[in-house]
């Protein structure tokens, strides 16, 4: 599993709601592991996909960049973090 940052630049209130907006649009199922942090810049979310590869092909493809106009949100810097070693997830209190 690879994980990957999106950084999104604004003010994290006004950009939480069209992060829930995505949510809504992605097909059940379709998120394993991806945490949405609110930062001093705006959002920035993290976010696995199987493989580094399929992250290239997917942080740079017309599919996002559609889901995320589509949604309201501004295109992101996007950050290759590396692969995941271990994840521990817990329930949020």
């Given at each position: 599993m690879f994980?990957?940052?999106?950084?999104?630049?604004?003010?994290?209130?006004?950009?939480?709601?069209a992060y829930h907006r995505?949510?809504?649009?992605l097909p059940p199922g379709a998120v394993?592991?991806?945490?949405?942090?609110?930062?001093?810049?705006?959002?920035?979310l993290f976010d696995t996909c199987p493989s580094r590869a399929e992250f290239?092909?997917?942080s740079g493809g017309d599919a996002l960049r559609a889901a995320l106009a589509a949604a309201?949100?501004?295109q992101?810097?996007?950050e290759q973090v590396g692969d995941v070693q271990?994840?521990?997830v817990g329930a949020m209190r």
């Open positions: 994980l990957g940052a999106y950084h999104f630049d604004g003010h994290a209130d006004d950009l939480l709601p995505l949510l809504e649009g394993q592991l991806q945490l949405c942090v609110g930062t001093a810049r705006g959002l920035t290239e092909a997917f309201g949100l501004p992101p810097r996007v271990h994840s521990v």
